[in-house]
């Protein structure tokens, strides 16, 4: 069986949109856990008189990844920012135009750029062991930021998705 390069590309993009729906759920899912450690955290300070630095920094750990791993998400989903005003009065061929220029001359550098030194943060924090400034801090600091080059990743993969399916409008005008 022999696939012809639309329906490679159909289904690379949908592969992509997939990885991205999955870590959007993560996300989701974040954002309970992240209630979850504020409720306990009132609870027990307001409760207790007990604070704890460790829920203090689950917070922004789970804050900052739910965040992140959310941008590849919104950017499928169109819940991106957009001058909707100008964009909804314009044809399809005219927003695949401008997809593929914002994409490959906007989007796709910054996540390059970003991603090169977020990969560089990442890999300084965890080669030496970097901790929590704070003491009783959370041990790992290179794990979020090793969700920073995560989502990155993931929303360069996002803008590839968007850039094939602009690009099937362009080619392929009457099948999209």
């Not at 009132?42 to 941008?71: C, D, I, K, M, P």
């Not at 998400?73 to 061929?93: K, N, S």
């Amino acid at each position: 069986m022999r696939l012809d390069r639309k329906a490679v590309l159909d289904r690379t993009a949908n592969f992509i949109d997939r990885i991205n729906t999955v870590a959007g759920y993560v996300a989701g899912a974040l954002t309970y856990l992240l209630l979850a450690a504020v409720i306990l955290h009132v609870v027990l300070r307001y409760g207790f008189s007990l604070n704890l630095t460790q829920l203090e920094e689950v917070h922004w750990h789970l804050y900052g990844a739910a965040f992140l791993l959310g941008l590849g998400y919104a950017y499928l989903h169109d819940a991106h920012v957009r001058i909707d005003l100008f964009y909804e009065r314009i044809g399809a061929r005219t927003k695949a135009w401008i997809e593929v220029l914002g994409i490959v001359f906007l989007l796709l550098p910054f996540c390059l750029v970003i991603s090169y030194f977020a990969a560089e943060f990442f890999w300084q924090s965890w080669s030496v062991g970097e901790v929590a400034d704070q003491i009783g801090g959370l041990p790992a600091r290179y794990i979020l930021k090793f969700v920073l080059l995560a989502a990155i990743v993931l929303l360069g993969l996002q803008a590839l998705s968007a850039l094939i399916r602009a690009v099937l409008v362009l080619t392929h005008p009457k099948s999209k």
